[in-house]
Structures are given as C-alpha cells and as structure tokens.
T-cell receptor
Framework: EAQVTQNPRYLITVTGKKLTVTCSQN?????MSWYRQDPGLGLRQIYY???????DKGDVPEGYKVSRKEKRNFPLILESPSPNQTSLYFC????????????????FGPGTRLTVL | AQSVTQPDIHITVSEGASLELRCNYS??????LFWYVQSPGQGLQLLLK??????LVQGIKGFEAEFKRSQSSFNLRKPSVHWSDAAEYFC??????????FGAGTILRVKS
C-alpha cells in the first residue's frame, strides 16, 4: 500500500531535549516536505526536499533541521525544542513532473502531535 | 507572496442540506488548487484538485469545486451533506514550483 508513515504519532518532551520525528514514503517520490499545523493558521511549510541531498527552507524553518540521505526518508530534527514548537506535524511527499515543473499531488502522513513542556 | 483565504472558520449545516465552502486565492497566474479534508485525529486526504482545463472539478465523496478566475475563487460544494462529512476542510494553492500554501481551514459541523 502506498503510504507516508511518521513516527512517533504522539510525543511529550521537555524543553531542550533533542528529538527526531521520522518520515518515510514507499512511493519513490522525489519531493518531500514537513508542515506544522496550528489552530487558525492552517498548515505552514517548515522545510522541503526536492531530492536526495537537496533541502531548502519553507516559511517557518527556525528551530528545525532536516536531512535527506535516502530518497524514502526525511527526518525532522528539533535540536533544542521549545514550548512554541508544540504543534501537529505532517510529512508529505509527491512526485515531480520535471526539472522546472510543479510537483504532483502531495500525499500526507498521519501526523505527529508534539507537546514541549 | 501568494495567500489563500477561507473566510468561514466554522460552518454548521443540517444533514441532507447543500454545502458550499469558500476559498479565495491571491496569485497573478493560474495557480494549482486543491481541497483537502482532515477528519478528527487523521491526516489530510485529497478531495480534488485543479490544474487546468474544465473549471468544474469532480472529486471523491461527492464533492465538486469550481474555479472562477474573475473572482479568484475555488469554492467547494456538495449537494447533500452526510453526518460523516463533519471534518475540517483546507483549501490550498501551489504556484509554479512545489510549495503548498494552505488556508486556515473551515470546520464543518453537521446537525441531524
């Protein structure tokens, strides 16, 4: 089954304790992205990756890191989490239509609810 | 920068009634437009998308949306709402490139 998986689904942590949220897709998609969802703000893009070893900042990258060492995986790293990073996080992936073209439909993972105390 | 506006934060409709959720976008060229639905505790599911061509787009679960360039709108409609349609709905646009820009969402409540 084609899917995007995220782990963990729920996480409660304390300020400053480094954490990683994993994301994996089995659709051989080139493009992957992380979003955070906050009430009244919809989803905002944190980072994205056009392909292996190619990553770039989205709209709200502060406090986050990503890596793309393999095509299927795109982990989100919070080196020193703070309470304002308490949110619902979504990973998404899609195929690309060409070097200078748009991507196709983005498929979303089930979400990771993070609470930073 | 492009933006997407969903003017209604909450909408309540009776089961069996028709539904229209509003979405306005700001972008000079024709954007790629999407509607996603998020059921409680779930991820986002794509309902439909518009890239080009026919301005009336059919989606899953009986939903449709109409792209109106003159009004910069992409409203979502359903002729008869079911209780299982209660969820949060997000409109999104993608300009040339890859970034999805989401509206703030509209929470749909269905009363029996």
């Amino acid at each position: 089954e084609a899917q995007v998986t995220q782990n963990p689904r729920y996480l409660i942590t304390v300020t400053g304790k480094k954490l990683t949220v994993t994301c994996s897709q089995n659709m051989n998609h080139e493009y992957m992205s992380w979003y955070r969802q906050d009430p009244g703000l919809g989803l905002r893009q944190i980072y994205y990756s056009m392909n292996v070893e190619v990553t770039d900042k989205g709209d709200v990258p502060e406090g986050y890191k990503v890596s793309r060492k393999e095509k299927r995986n795109f982990p989100l790293i919070l080196e020193s989490p703070s309470p304002n990073q308490t949110s619902l996080y979504f990973c998404a992936s899609s195929s690309r239509q060409g070097e200078f073209s748009h991507t196709d439909t983005q498929y979303f993972g089930p979400g990771t609810r993070l609470t930073v105390l | 920068a492009q933006s997407v506006t969903q003017p209604d934060i909450h909408i309540t409709v009776s089961e069996g009634a028709s539904l229209e959720l509003r979405c306005n976008y700001s972008y000079g060229a024709t954007p790629y437009l999407f509607w996603y639905v998020q059921s409680p505790g779930q991820g986002l599911q794509l309902l439909l998308k518009y890239f080009s061509g026919d301005t009336l787009v059919q989606g899953i679960k009986g939903f449709e949306a109409e792209f109106k360039r003159s009004q910069s709108s992409f409203n979502l409609r359903k002729p008869s709402v079911h209780w299982s349609d209660a969820a949060e709905y997000f409109c999104a646009s993608m300009e040339y490139g890859n970034k999805l820009v989401f509206g703030a969402g509209t929470i749909l409540r269905v009363k029996s």
